[in-house]
């Protein structure tokens, strides 16, 4: 009986044995099987995760940002304990025990399921295991994959620290609302950065990994409250917060930026503009668009937030004075249908969903509205964010509309989307009413730069970013008209003329393939034998014309590309009159090549780039052709009081004389010519004007000793602007207004006089030289290179001769008379009408 027992007992331990040895096997088989060919883990030590690009001002704060997953990443050493506490005792509070796995975790889960019946089936994974499926694995739910996970999570346990798979962890996960990491989803729900994070805060966010979209702040309150209050019992009984924290922690309400009770972190952020969205057009083409939208970038743009305000105040206003001025209404073009006008709740989301622009602020902050009654004095509104019962009321009067033909019936119906801000009183800022308000159709560009460095300050690509993100400054392609003068006159300079020499302004006719052309001055006035000062002061078309011929269209066309003004420009005499096509970009650029003495300037958005371990992986300073060397910078000896030598290696685009001798000409063009009395800054500045044919684009750019800058306006659609819109007159204050700020801020000096500059007094209406003691309006002291003799005398025509039967007027407006004999024999002095059949024809002015 004894042998009996033994036997049966030994046979069920040999039974057990060879059990657990089967099983074993088949284990240790499976582990085997499904360990081969396994991806490398590796490359998790030298993960670097998809991180938010930002874009600095030169103040240092941030402007913009850019990102397909919205991650800020951070070390471990910089994530307080108490998160990672948090998501610990959420999701894995054996994870500093475990080899990767928890033995007991999985037997628990297996347990559930069981007694269940599969009801109850929960995830055992660890922390480790979580990142092997988010970094190696996919995501589903297979028993191959959890395997799988294992076996990775045990290797990787041995190959990285604990610290460095809770890194990966935290800066990985997904915790909705578009947040990747910790770091972001504190900023998202919060509004606060790691270390201002809260117990419950902290548990609030490591509640979310489970699944985000079911514990949504706002839908899902009550169950995200239950899991954090769960997240924070969880912490207390790991011993991570005392009893008292804990008491007080639970008793607090859940907060959210969803639920209004912190302001959104993009709030802090001013709207994405034109500058930002520039540099990252330029950026992704220069890095990649994969490396800009994830490489978690520093941009240090060269942006002057100041000033950029600015010059959006100053372009806007020209734009809208022009708009106005035509009494039309063109509104936004946008309507909420009538059946979600019947309540304030419905026409208040509909109107916060309608794609209009939010981003003007000109006197005050255009608002949406929404039309909701149309009477024949006054039009009762619906304005975004302002209630139904304000002190200030929602109606616009009839009084508001006098700018406007018609009346409220003949412009508006019920439901119109609109712009409305505040009209407020300028002596105490007390509200007057509400008014009205338009983005234009007509558009244009604004754009200012540092002379000496290239550094961009500020660019208004359009009246409103979210109304068209069409950089105008950088994408569109327009005539400068007689902006280009200036780069006919430095072929000319540099080539041997004199601001002294005489060029003949008369009309003239062209045999071209297209017929004859019979370019124009924009007055219809000539002044005859002129020197080439008073040509560019007085934007003269038919000289400009004449001396292109005289220097040859290539020669022109060769400075116009040195300059980067085109890439390639026709050879053909009409563009000498600016009617090629560039950028405002581009002559901004060119202009400032005219304004530093004659070096290139390499036009920059960004002063420096860091990649995401801070390393500068792009300097201004030290970009090829931009290049400066301080020569005695580590001097230890150097004297005190005097500052290290900075020598500049960039090439040199003209000769400096040239460069001052354009530059003195286009001081002409404000004090005396085209641009005087619109521009008048206080100190010395130079500029040209430019209209096109048609006046379908205007333009001016001018300069100081420091800063170039410069506007067009026209349609996007290119069509005239009207018999009153020249250069002077609607890019002329859009200038004065920024610069007079500039100035302020910038200063502004005499322009640099180069050594080989010889001075002699000239008479600007005949070329003559005049004694060194000459005084009055037709005298100016004109820069000549040292040891050339000038060439006083001689007119050139350009191989047209001048014809005698039209009125020659002297630059100051009055007529050159002559004798004649009348039909009674006697003599009288008289200006003739001019008789020349080309007077009435075409040409850019």
């Excluded at 200038?735 to 100035?743: I, S």
């Excluded at 008789?835 to 009435?840: D, E, K, Q, V």
Aim: glycine share 10%.
């Amino acid at each position: 009986m004894t042998r009996f027992i033994l036997s049966f007992f030994g046979g069920i331990f040999s039974l057990i044995t060879l059990g657990i040895t089967m099983v074993a096997v088949t284990i240790g088989a499976v582990f085997w099987i499904y360990g081969q060919d396994l991806p490398s883990y590796e490359s998790l030590a030298q993960y670097t995760p998809p991180t938010i690009s930002r874009i600095y001002s030169t103040e240092g704060r941030v402007i913009d940002e850019f990102a397909q997953e919205r991650r800020i990443f951070t070390p471990a050493d910089q994530i307080p304990d108490l998160v990672k506490e948090a998501f610990i005792s959420a999701e894995d509070k054996n994870f500093y025990d475990h080899q990767g796995y928890d033995v007991r975790g999985i037997a628990a889960a297996a347990f559930d399921a069981v007694r269940s019946r599969g009801r109850d089936v929960r995830g055992a994974s660890t922390i480790t295991q979580q990142v092997m499926k988010n970094f190696l694995l996919s995501g589903d739910r297979r028993a191959e994959r959890k395997i799988k996970e294992i076996i990775l999570a045990s290797r990787v346990e041995g190959a990285l620290s604990k610290d460095k798979i809770l890194e990966l962890y935290l800066n990985e996960i997904f915790l909705g609302q578009n947040s990747y990491g910790v770091t972001a989803a504190a900023q998202t729900y919060f509004n606060k950065s790691l270390t201002e994070l809260e117990p419950n805060e902290a548990a609030f966010l490591a509640s979310m990994p489970k699944a985000p979209s079911d514990f949504h702040p706002v839908r899902n309150k009550e169950r995200l409250l239950q899991r954090r209050d769960y997240v924070l019992r969880e912490m207390r009984e790991n011993g991570y917060i005392t009893q008292g924290v804990y008491d007080v922690e639970v008793a607090k309400p859940l907060l959210s930026v969803q639920n209004g009770d912190y302001q959104p972190y993009h709030r802090s952020l001013p709207p994405r503009d034109y500058f930002t969205d520039e540099i990252r057009r330029q950026l992704t083409q220069d890095f990649g668009e994969g490396e800009f939208f994830s490489g978690g970038l520093s941009v240090r743009a060269t942006l002057d937030p100041e000033m950029q305000v600015q010059a959006a105040e100053s372009l806007r206003i020209a734009l809208e004075q022009y708009d106005r001025g035509l009494g039309r209404w063109n509104g936004t073009g946008k309507t909420i249908p009538e059946d979600q006008l019947g309540t304030e709740t419905a026409w208040r989301e509909a109107l916060a969903g309608t794609p209009v622009a939010r981003d003007i602020d000109l006197e005050s902050k255009w608002l949406p509205a929404v039309v909701l009654e149309v009477g024949d004095q006054s039009m009762r509104l619906g304005i975004e964010g302002i209630a139904a019962d304000d002190a200030r009321g929602t109606d616009v009067p009839r009084s508001d509309i006098a700018w406007l033909r018609g009346s409220f019936f003949d412009n508006f119906d019920r439901g119109d989307v609109v712009h409305v801000r505040e009209m407020t009183q300028d002596s105490d800022g007390s509200f007057i009413r509400w008014t009205l308000r338009q983005v234009p159709k007509v558009q244009g560009a604004f754009m200012a730069m540092d002379v000496n460095t290239g550094r961009v300050i500020a660019m208004q690509g359009g009246f409103s970013y979210q109304d068209s993100v069409f950089n105008r400054a950088t994408q569109a392609m327009r005539q400068p008209g007689s902006s280009f003068k200036p780069f006919v006159y430095a072929a000319a300079l540099d080539s041997g003329y004199a601001p002294s020499t005489i060029i003949i302004d008369a009309p003239i006719e062209i045999d071209t393939p297209q017929g004859v052309w019979r370019p124009r001055n924009s007055s219809n006035t000539y002044y005859g034998p002129t020197p080439l000062r008073t040509g560019i002061e007085q934007s003269r078309n038919l000289m400009t014309i004449r001396l292109a011929q005289e220097i040859g269209m290539d020669t022109v066309a060769r400075y116009a590309e040195k300059f980067g003004v085109y890439d390639r420009m026709g050879r053909v005499l009409a563009n000498a009159l600016g009617a090629d096509e560039t950028t405002l970009f581009k002559m901004i650029s060119a202009y400032a090549q005219f304004a530093n003495g004659g070096e290139k300037v390499e036009p920059t958005l960004v002063d420096r780039v860091q990649d995401r371990w801070g390393r500068t992986i792009y300097n201004h300073e030290f970009a090829k052709g931009n290049e400066r060397v301080c020569e005695d910078c580590a001097d230890p000896n150097l004297p005190p009081g005097r500052g290290p030598r900075i020598v500049d290696n960039r090439d040199r685009m003209m000769d400096p004389v040239t460069a001052y001798q354009l530059t003195s000409m286009m001081q002409g063009v404000v004090q005396r010519g085209t641009a005087s009395g619109v521009v008048d800054l206080g100190v010395p500045t130079a500029g040209k004007t430019g209209t096109t044919n048609d006046a379908k684009d205007v333009w001016f750019i001018g300069f100081t000793s420091n800063i170039v800058a410069g506007c067009y306006i026209g349609y996007d659609t290119p069509r005239p602007l009207g018999r009153s819109a020249y250069g002077a007159s609607m890019c002329g204050p859009v200038f004065q207004r920024f610069m007079t700020q500039a100035v302020r801020k910038y200063g502004g000096g005499k322009f640099k006089v180069p050594e080989a500059c010889e001075f002699m007094n000239i008479d600007r209406f005949t070329g003559a030289r005049l004694g060194p003691n000459a005084s009055g309006g037709n005298v100016v002291s004109e820069c000549f290179r040292r040891g050339e003799e000038p060439m006083f005398g001689v007119a050139l025509d350009g191989g047209w001769a001048m014809s005698g039967n039209f009125d020659v007027i002297q630059p100051d407006g009055s007529s050159r008379a002559r004798e004649v004999t009348t039909s009674t024999g006697k003599k009288a002095v008289v200006g003739p009408k001019a008789s020349f059949g080309t007077l009435s024809s075409g040409g850019l002015y």
